[in-house]
């Protein structure tokens, strides 16, 4: 079965970190581009970063350059996000998904991990 | 920055046809996406590359994309298909862009 599996989510303080995980299964990682998404309490999908099959291109929002990381590990089939400097306006469901093709859907999601940044 | 628009709100009778529009600035040269989410689940890929359905999606669901608007079209709704249904694309300047979604009833 084709699976996203999102992990590291939790309560963080303002200024602190969290390093989110996604494990793949039952498809070839390392040949998909991958992408993370969020979706803060009761508002729409907001695109964060994409990463493409070798990690060569990176791509991040406006609103998280210079703050979070993405990266993966196609060995181990995971992807990554490491997010600096939190800010209460973070505060989301963070899903990662996988990228169907160039400039393509997103057509596998994960089923999303709570980041709650509040002091 | 590309910005894409989708109503607020649509609202369908059951067993009637619902239209879901997302307006962009020649939005007809690019490949639309079409998500639904329903509350407390993750998206899911219903309509790509504007008029393609995935494996398991009803053929009730087609999309169409032209000019100034893209549009998703439910055939005979379903209490099932309540949802909130966002557009995506993808731009060269601003990447990835998100309609600001609609909220589907079926009365």
């Known amino acids: 079965e084709v699976q996203l599996v999102e992990s590291g989510g939790g309560l963080v303080q303002p200024g602190g970190s969290l390093r989110l995980s996604c494990a793949a299964s039952g498809f070839t990682f390392s040949s998909y581009s991958m992408n993370w998404v969020r979706q803060a309490p009761g508002k729409g999908l907001e695109w964060v970063s994409y990463i493409s099959s070798s990690s060569s291109t990176i791509y991040y929002a406006d609103s998280v350059k210079g703050r979070f990381t993405i990266s993966r590990d196609n060995a181990k089939n995971s992807l990554y996000l490491q997010m600096n400097s939190l800010r209460d306006e973070d505060t989301a469901v963070y899903y990662c998904a996988r990228e169907e093709g160039a400039g393509g859907a997103f057509d596998i999601w994960g089923q999303g991990t709570m980041v709650t940044v509040s002091s | 920055s590309y910005e894409l628009t989708q109503p607020l709100s649509v609202s369908v009778a059951l067993g009637q046809t619902a239209r879901i529009t997302c307006g962009g600035n020649?939005?007809?040269?690019?490949?639309v996406h079409w998500y639904q989410q329903k509350p407390g689940q993750a998206p899911v890929l219903v309509i790509y590359r504007d008029s393609n359905r995935p494996s398991g999606i009803p053929e009730r669901f087609s999309g169409s994309n032209s000019g100034n608007t893209a549009t998703l079209t439910i055939s005979r709704a379903q209490a099932g298909d309540e949802a909130d249904y966002y557009c995506q694309v993808w731009d060269s300047s601003t990447l990835v862009v998100f309609g600001g979604g609609t909220k589907l009833t079926v009365l």
């Open positions: 020649n939005i007809g040269s690019k490949n």
